[in-house]
């Protein structure tokens, strides 16, 4: 069993700041996983935020990239994504993932919610 927890989500000004955290814990070698945040809003499929690999390559759309920054520490098995300059576009249920070969496990989500 693998258990991805998210914390962080909340309400916040359009300009402003979150920082999403994920926390991965159970049956998991979160070093050789790949780790990445997703988002869904109302009416919308998931789509792709930020990725990281274990080597530490990282790859944002071009809807974050310059505000998002997704990091992970191996040590605590954990994978945080520091968003900037939010966006009301950026009003999301947001998700932790992990996958590694035919492994792949989804956290419960955390909502975020950008106000004018």
């Known amino acids: 069993q693998v258990q991805l927890v998210e914390s962080g989500g909340g309400l916040v000004q359009a300009g402003g700041s979150l920082r999403l955290s994920c926390a991965a814990s159970?049956?998991?070698?979160?070093?050789?996983?790949?780790m990445g945040w997703y988002r869904q809003a109302p009416g919308k499929q998931r789509e792709l935020v930020a990725i990281i690999t274990s080597g530490g390559s990282t790859n944002y759309p071009d809807s974050v990239k310059g505000r998002f920054t997704i990091s992970r520490d191996n040590a605590r098995n954990t994978v945080d994504l520091q968003m900037n300059s939010l966006k009301l576009e950026d009003t999301a249920v947001y998700y932790c993932h992990s996958a590694w070969g035919s492994l792949s496990y989804w956290g419960q989500g955390t909502q975020v919610t950008v106000s004018s």
């Open positions: 159970g049956s998991i070698i979160f070093s050789i996983h790949t």
